[in-house]
Structures are given as C-alpha cells and as structure tokens.
Antibody, heavy 122, light 109 residues
Framework: EVQLVESGGGLVQPGGSLRLSCAAS????????MSWVRQAPGKGLEWVSA????????YYADSVKGRFTISRDNSKNTLYLQMNSLRAEDTAVYYC???????????????WGQGTLVTVSS | QSVLTQPPSASGTPGQRVTISCSGS????????VYWYQQLPGTAPKLLIY???QRPSGVPDRFSGSKSGTSASLAISGLRSEDEADYYC??????????FGGGTKLTVL
C-alpha cells in the first residue's frame, strides 16, 4: 500500500524558512517522480514543484521559483521541500504526491499524502 | 486565476448525470493528458481519471472522462450523495509546469 506522510509544517514568520519532508513507503521510491501541491485555506489546488525519480530534473511554479527547492533522498525514501523567503500567501496545506512514472513532466499525481499545514504570519 | 477554467459549481439530483467541464489551451490540454481529482470535505485529493479517460482500479465506472481539442469533461452518472465533493482537472503545460483548474463544487440536491 502506498503511503506518503508529510511533516515539518508549522507557524513561521514572513521572510522565514521551513523544510517539509515526505516519507514514502509501499513502492520503489526511486522509480517514480514526486511532486508538491498546496491548497490555501478555502481555496483550490495549486501545483508547486515536481522532481523526477532520479532527482535530475526539477520543475517549479513561477510563484515559488527562486524561493523553494525540491529535492529527494532515494536512500531514505524521502522527498523534501525547502521553503525560503516565505510570504503570507504561501500559507496553505502542502501535499506530497507520487507520480505514475519516473518522469515528472506530463503526468499527474496518482497518490497523495494527507498534507501538512504551513502558516506564514507574524 | 487558474489557466484551466472550470465552472465553480454544479449540481444534480440522485440518479442524474452531471458533467463538469475544463477549458484550457493548445499548450496544456491541447497537447497533454488531462487528469481529474475528487476531494471530499476535509480529505486529500483522490485520482479519479488519468490520461484523459482512464479509471484507476477501484473508481466506479459511473465516472468517465473525455477530451476534445483544448477542453475536457468529467461525467458522473447515477449521481449519489457521496459524490458531493470538489472536483479538479489538471494538465501539464508545454512551459514545463503543471496546472490545476479552479475546482468545481458538486452539490447533490
């Protein structure tokens, strides 16, 4: 059974940093691309970033480019999202999601975690 | 504002057939697969349709997807109360970013 468990969310001040983690199990982690998708309170889904199975290709939404960094440790079956220069508009539930192929581009997530809440506020 | 456009709401009575549209452009829906997700209140999204019209195992055949040109649709037949949820379309764009529609809230009357 595919399981994705996010952690690392919390309250952070504007301009601060936070690192989210996603522990994956139930599948061969390195064989699949992964992504982060967020949902602001009461709003719709917004794609944030994606990374290929090998980690060699990464993609970002314009809204986070230059501030967020996606990475993965295939030896630990863990996905990360380093978030810097956080803004109030980054406040959202952040979902970790598995893609159905090693290539990130072109496919949508097939499994989702339960999400972790990030609140950016002073 | 989402690049993929969905109606904000839809409704139907039990047993009815409802459709939800998703409009994009040649750089996203027109040249890439469309995915559909269901999000029940307070839960994570769940994959309903992949590659335009394919259903993952476990998704009832009441749910179907289609694509034509730069638009896609999700159809739900035999509407049930448990289908009341938010529905999102998604597709990659040729600019190498993924897009979600704004979401459609389905109400079962």
């Amino acid at each position: 059974e595919v399981q994705l468990v996010e952690s690392g969310g919390g309250l952070v001040q504007p301009g601060g940093s936070l690192r989210l983690s996603c522990a994956a199990s139930g599948f061969t982690f390195s064989s699949y691309a992964m992504s982060w998708v967020r949902q602001a309170p009461g709003k719709g889904l917004e794609w944030v970033s994606a990374i290929s199975g090998s980690g060699g290709s990464t993609y970002y939404a314009d809204s986070v480019k230059g501030r967020f960094t996606i990475s993965r440790d295939n030896s630990k079956n863990t996905l990360y999202l380093q978030m810097n220069s956080l803004r109030a508009e980054d406040t959202a539930v952040y979902y970790c999601a598995k893609q159905p192929s090693p290539a990130a581009a072109g496919t949508g997530p097939d499994y989702w975690g339960q999400g972790t809440l990030v609140t950016v506020s002073s | 504002q989402s690049v993929l456009t969905q109606p904000p709401s839809a409704s139907g009575t039990p047993g009815q057939r409802v459709t939800i549209s998703c409009s994009g452009s040649s750089s996203n829906i027109g040249s890439n697969y469309v995915y559909w997700y269901q999000q029940l209140p307070g839960t994570a999204p769940k994959l309903l349709i992949y590659r335009n019209n394919q259903r993952p195992s476990g998704v009832p055949d009441r749910f179907s997807g289609s694509k034509s040109g730069t638009s896609a649709s999700l159809a739900i037949s035999g509407l049930r109360s448990e289908d009341e949820a938010d529905y999102y379309c998604a597709a990659w764009d040729d600019s190498l970013s993924a897009l979600f529609g704004g979401g459609t809230k389905l109400t079962v009357l």
